[in-house]
């Protein structure tokens, strides 16, 4: 992880306030999934694969860039876009 400048560190379980950014992302995940259901939780686990999709494919703020370019290094294109 230093190869990439990756500062890792550990927090307390079940902590939410010591882990920010995670709870930031696990937020608007939870808007997308929200916003794709119509507040109907008990289809969740049916639009999470697709909400996933357009979290990792969306541009992020603090990480400067898409959660998938951060892992594969490349721009994620749509086979629509190609």
Do not use: W
């Given at each position: ?9 550990l927090?307390?379980?079940y902590h939410?306030?010591?882990s920010?950014q995670?709870e930031v ?12 259901i119509?507040?109907?939780?008990a289809?969740w686990s049916d ?5 996933l999709w357009?979290f990792?494919?969306?541009?992020q703020?603090?990480i400067g860039?898409t ?6 290094g490349k ?5 629509m876009?190609?």
């Open positions: 992880m230093r190869k990439y400048g990756v500062n890792h560190c927090s307390t379980a939410p306030q010591t920010g995670v992302s696990n937020r608007g995940l939870k808007r997308i999934l929200e916003r794709t119509c507040q109907n939780r289809f639009k999470l694969e697709d909400a357009a990792r494919t969306a541009y703020t603090p860039c959660p998938y370019k951060l892992v594969y721009a994620c294109h749509l086979s876009e190609l």
